[in-house]
């Protein structure tokens, strides 16, 4: 199975972006759901946004036109740019994959801590 390697957070100023990566180990042109979810101290892990097979994108409302997902399958990477990040965002972002429809995600990794915070 592939696997998922996240990166590129770190400590940002309100209003700032980031952009993050999650690398995957093997091809994922086959793979039907790519996303990202958040979890921050205290809270359950959130879903954040997700680019199917298609290129159809979903967004939690509260990341709705600051976030863009995008998936590169000749890279086998899927971005995630974040734009007016805001202290809120401070999380730590995971990605993960369905197979198909009715797969289930897949097993968590390391993810990677974006702070946002002046």
């Known amino acids: 199975q592939v696997q998922l390697v996240e990166s590129g957070g770190g400590l940002v100023q309100p209003g700032g972006s980031l952009r993050l990566s999650c690398a995957a180990s093997g091809s994922i042109i086959s793979i039907y759901n790519m996303a990202w979810f958040r979890q921050a101290p205290g809270k359950q892990r959130e879903f954040v946004a997700n680019i199917i097979s298609g290129g159809s994108t979903t967004y939690a409302e509260s990341v709705k036109g600051r976030f863009t997902i995008s998936r590169d399958n000749a890279k086998n990477t899927v971005y995630l740019q974040m734009n007016s990040l805001k202290p809120e965002d401070t999380a730590v972002y995971y990605c993960?994959?369905?197979?198909?429809?009715?797969?289930?995600?897949?097993?968590w990794g390391q993810g990677t801590q974006v702070t946002v915070s002046s």
């Open positions: 993960n994959r369905k197979y198909s429809l009715v797969s289930s995600w897949g097993s």
